[in-house]
């Protein structure tokens, strides 16, 4: 076994190196309704719930695009004002 700091196994001879990848996510993320397409709220990673209480679902949208809209999209996309309105790093306990 290689030291345990520098992330290195020994095999036999041989060392390999090791690079374990977690990304970070952010506390709170963008989530769509499950009761209507694009209209986005607020929730903690991994929930179901939006901040608001709503039931909402998985969205690839990042929390840099919160009330950003899609110019001339032919969808009209919406924000949760509730959410909105919680979600101050204060506010919202995580």
Not at 17 to 22: D, F, H, I, Q, R
Not at 45 to 71: D, F, T, Y
Request: hydrophobic residues 30%; proline residues 6%.
């Amino acid at each position: 076994m290689g030291h345990p700091l520098d992330g290195r196994s020994r095999k036999g001879d041989r060392q390999s190196a090791v690079t374990v990848m977690s990304p970070k996510k952010p506390a709170i993320e963008i989530a769509e309704s499950v009761m209507g397409t694009w209209h986005y709220h607020l929730r903690k990673s991994g929930s179901n719930r939006a901040l608001c209480g709503a039931q909402v679902m998985h969205s690839a949208r990042p929390l840099e695009r919160w009330n950003v809209k899609i110019p001339n999209h032919h969808i009209p996309e919406s924000f949760c004002t509730e959410c909105d309105d919680s979600y101050d790093g204060r506010l919202v306990k995580l």
